[in-house]
């Protein structure tokens, strides 16, 4: 098997978690102990026996998944170019607070005033909200056929990992960007224009709905189609915002700018997330060859109605295994100036030479 390596030859960590992914498929599809797999292909360190059960006596029980963890924590970390979410988490943007916790807010803060002499003193009000930061779960579904589970050259590998990360930034982007864009509050703007003026507008309109301090963590999330046209934008001196790129956002207006498309055709974002409390636990991969899967994105079977759309797919009869790629993650909006959106935005190019 040909392993997922840095620069300096050494497995990453981040490779390691593919390969440990893709040797639970294998040894579904063969039969084969993952150990020995594991050891063919010298990915053993990977790989661990099992473990006692676990008792409040012994303090270092959980130092037996450490290593485990550890993987899918890098996997995660190398999500942050297509995750908007561990793109935020990567730089400590998010205020982190313990998952179930709850997060006192300051809605409205304390005044005070002048005290003439002789004169009442002013009392003053303060509010204070207590959101709970409550856990999600998204999920992502990987279909391969069992030729590709056992296949150990380069383009196969290759091509595991690539899916792999695609189907988790896809569930990540969507459920944390919609959670956002539906929050009931924020800031919701109309574009104004393509010319490079009406976009300097609406950037400057952007900026004044979002409510930020001095250590605010701003980011700028659109999809390929505005990235696009930002990069190719032309002004009087040539491009008019040369830190963009069509494909991987950059810079605009010195901040950062995401690329997701999740966040809706013709909407772009701002988001201050020092102001979202957050948490994360590491991803859990699972797998089965004798499930029923509906092929589809946005599935609709009803396991308590027995009812779907559209047929399902026998994992069995079909000769395919499926890797469930699950992660467990909660985020609060602490402030509703926090998010300001941008809708019906359209900056494609329009002058002639």
């Known amino acids: 098997m040909t392993k997922t390596v840095s620069l300096n030859g050494a497995p990453t960590a981040s490779g390691q978690f593919v390969e440990l992914a893709k040797l639970m498929v294998h040894s579904h599809v063969t039969g084969t102990d993952i ?9 053993g360190d990977r790989v661990k026996a099992a473990v006692a059960g676990g008792s409040v ?15 899918a924590s890098a996997f995660a970390e190398s999500l942050r170019n297509s995750s908007v979410f561990d793109r935020m988490m990567a730089d400590s943007a998010f205020l982190s607070v313990p998952m179930r916790q709850v997060v006192g807010t300051v809605v409205l803060g304390a005044t005070a005033g002048p005290a ?7 009392v003053t009000k303060l509010s204070v909200t207590a959101p709970r930061l409550v856990e999600r779960k998204v999920a992502g579904i990987m279909v391969i056929t069992d030729e590709l589970a056992k296949a150990t050259s ?7 990992a690539r899916e792999l990360r695609a189907a988790v930034t896809v569930a990540m982007n969507s459920d944390f960007l919609s959670g956002l864009i539906d929050h009931t509050g924020i800031a919701s703007l109309e574009s104004i224009g393509s010319d490079v003026e009406a976009i300097s507008y609406d950037a400057a309109r952007m900026l004044a709905a979002v409510d930020y301090g001095a250590n605010a963590k701003l980011y700028w999330v659109g999809g390929t189609d505005i990235a ?20 991987s956002g950059g810079t605009w207006y010195d901040l950062p700018f995401l690329v997701a498309d ?3 055709e013709g909407n772009l974002m701002l988001i201050d997330a020092s102001q979202i409390a957050s948490d994360s636990l590491p991803l859990t991969l699972r797998t089965s060859s004798q499930a029923n899967i509906q092929m589809a994105d946005n599935p609709d079977m009803d396991a308590t109605a027995g009812t779907a759309s559209a047929q399902s797919v026998s994992l069995y ?15 609060e909006l602490l402030r509703d100036g ?11 190019t329009t002058e002639t030479a």
């Open 35 to 43: 150990r020995v797999l594991a050891e063919q292909q010298r990915v």
């Open 57 to 71: 006596g012994d303090p270092n029980w959980a130092g037996s998944f450490t290593p485990a963890s550890a993987l």
């Open 116 to 122: 003439e002499e002789g004169r009442g003193k002013p």
């Open 154 to 160: 380069r383009a196969a590998n290759a091509m595991f």
């Open 228 to 247: 696009r046209d930002l990069a190719t934008k032309t002004g009087t001196s040539g491009r008019a915002f040369p830190g963009m790129s069509p494909v």
């Open 262 to 264: 999740e966040v809706g």
């Open 317 to 331: 009869q079909t000769g395919s295994v499926a890797i469930l790629a699950e992660r467990v993650y909660a985020t």
């Open 338 to 348: 926090a998010v300001a959106v941008l809708t019906g935005v359209d900056y494609q």
